[in-house]
């Protein structure tokens, strides 16, 4: 008798339609290949068992006395997955009632799985071995498919796609530098798009920028004053930055010789830092409006403006200080009304909230922190 042998190293079969193995008769593993074939198409197991199951045919109708079956491994490594397939060889003899002396074609689809024929052959006699090879992963379809299935995935298309075609751009983009006269800036800006968008990639900036504008078109149609707040407080920012130039600019005319670092360093904060607690009041009162609308305000959010104003207060000391625009009673005296107006708020809207907060809130709270 000639048994085909179907063999599954890895135990596809199992894992994926629950088939109890091994599989033995012409029936059964015909089952058994359409439930993995339903399963999983691209599986290379289904060729090899439908494979074992041509054979079968082919030697039946030439009145041999055949079987056909289906042995499997594991997925824990090929120590446990070949001796997992010597037991079931082992079932597969055991069922087979001849009295003629059995021999073995055994049917793979690589070289993984033929690792396992000494294994069947301390068993059983092996009259051959047939590797099954898919015709179709030979041809250029294969590679057009594969390809197509690559350029249509969007992440592909992302991640590959665009830089190589930074790179097919660097020789055209030298041609026109050159007649251009400016081949460097041509070249270093085709170089800065390239790290740029690695880093981007990397960092995933790309995927913070969308969360980012969806978040700023839902507060834009939800009408948040938030929004509206930001907006502002860049303005004011930028023009903090360009009164704090100014400012410096001044300090170097009225100066004879370089200025120290503080000196900088102060000039750039006197000049801009009432721009500055301008911004940072915009965005806390935006903020507790918001927090007001939506009935989730709390007493101590209020803190963040006068908490702002503190700041303020205590570097535009500092910096005077530095620039000797005040004294020393002038800088002490602010440092002390900046730290007791944070510390008046801190204490005065605690107190507020012990007294007029939401008691479920409270007691939300305390539980929390238990």
């Known amino acids: 008798m000639l048994l085909v042998l179907c063999v599954d190293l890895d135990d596809d079969l199992g894992r994926k339609t629950g088939f109890s193995t091994p599989v033995i008769g012409r029936a059964p593993v015909e089952e058994a290949a359409v439930a993995l074939a339903t399963a999983d198409p691209e599986d290379s197991d289904v060729n090899v068992i439908f494979q074992g199951l041509h054979v079968y045919d082919d030697l039946a109708d030439r009145d041999e ?22 037991d079931e060889v082992d079932t597969v003899l055991a069922s087979l009632s001849t009295a003629e002396d059995v021999t073995t074609l055994v049917v793979t689809d690589g070289a993984q799985d033929e690792s396992v024929i000494p294994i069947i052959r301390s068993r059983v006699p092996i009259d051959g071995v047939r590797r099954v090879v898919v015709r179709q992963a030979q041809d250029l379809e294969s590679m057009y498919y594969t390809i197509k299935q690559v350029l249509d995935d969007p992440e592909t298309r992302g991640t590959v796609l665009i830089p190589l075609g930074i790179l097919l751009l660097i020789y055209p983009l030298a041609l026109i530098g050159t007649v251009l006269d400016m081949p460097g800036f041509v070249l270093g800006m085709t170089s800065a798009l390239l790290g740029f968008y690695l880093i981007s990639r990397g960092l995933g900036l790309g995927d913070r920028l969308d969360t980012a504008v969806e978040r700023a078109r839902r507060s834009l149609y939800a009408g948040r004053t938030t929004l509206l707040a930001y907006v502002v407080a860049a303005a004011l920012f930028v023009l903090g930055g360009v009164s704090g130039v100014d400012t410096l600019e001044g300090v170097q005319r009225s100066t004879a010789g370089d200025l120290e670092v503080p000196v900088m360093l102060a000039a750039l904060v006197n000049g801009s830092i009432l721009w500055l607690a301008a911004a940072g009041l915009t965005t806390s009162l935006g903020q507790i409006t918001d927090e007001y609308i939506a009935g989730s305000l709390e007493w101590r959010y209020l803190n963040a403006p006068f908490y702002v104003l503190s700041i303020a207060i205590v570097l535009y000391a500092v910096s005077a200080f530095f620039l000797e625009e005040v004294g020393i009673t002038y800088l002490a005296t602010a440092l002390t009304a900046g730290t007791l107006l944070g510390i008046m708020s801190t204490l005065t809207f605690a107190v507020a909230e012990s007294w007029f907060g939401d008691p479920e809130r409270e007691e939300g709270t305390r539980a929390e922190r238990v």
């Open 65 to 86: 006395n055949v079987e056909v079956a289906v042995v499997t491994g594991n997925d824990q490594g090929d120590v446990s997955a070949n001796r997992e397939v010597g």
